[in-house]
């Protein structure tokens, strides 16, 4: 009878043991990758505070609209599908409308689409808005639904990362 005692502490023991055990190696695990989130959240924050977007000018006809910018941080943008650009303006008919407008590769543009026209100078990176590179974008609205003469209207375009510039222009 005194054996049966001891075994069951025994056994007792060992379960308490494995449970804590199997715990503390959770919360480690845990630990490391709320760790590694908290790391790559900061170095996100870091890219976003480098990476600045000026608009220059902006120009339009009523369904496209000419945005010169310029890259004045130290980061290369060089995924343009992944940039935003959202636009709101007054239509002719009196109506606000806003549009997100997504990007498209081909140099025939269809509505409601932007493109990136040129970059200048284009030496280092071909294709890539360097930092100090001036990049001509064009976005055409529908047709259908143009911006109304002498209306106040507004555009944002964000870089894939988070940063941003946004511009109040005149229709």
């Known amino acids: 009878m005194g054996f049966g005692s001891i075994i069951a502490a ?3 023991v060992a379960t308490i043991l494995l449970a804590s055990y199997v715990c503390s190696k959770g919360g480690f695990y845990m630990a490391d990758v709320l760790a590694d ?6 170095e996100n924050k870091n890219e976003m505070a480098k990476t600045e977007i000026e608009i220059t000018g902006v ?3 009523s369904v496209d609209i000419l945005v010169s910018l310029q890259n004045t941080g130290s980061t290369k943008i ?3 599908t992944y940039m935003d650009v959202i636009v709101t303006y007054q239509n002719e008919s009196g109506s ?5 407008i997504p990007y498209q590769e081909s140099e025939i543009l269809s509505r409601n689409r932007w493109t990136k026209v040129n970059i200048v100078p284009d030496l280092i990176n071909p294709g890539v808005f360097d930092p100090g590179e001036e990049m ?3 976005i055409r609205l529908d047709s259908s639904d143009p911006i109304g003469n002498s209306s106040v209207n507004w555009f944002l375009v ?8 946004s511009r109040y222009f005149n229709g």
């Open 10 to 12: 025994m056994i007792s």
């Open 59 to 61: 120009s339009t006809d």
């Open 136 to 138: 001509e974008v064009q």
């Open 37 to 42: 989130s908290v790391i790559k959240m900061q």
């Open 78 to 80: 060089g995924d343009f």
């Open 158 to 165: 964000a870089a894939p990362n988070g940063a941003k510039a």
């Open 96 to 100: 606000i409308k806003t549009v997100w």
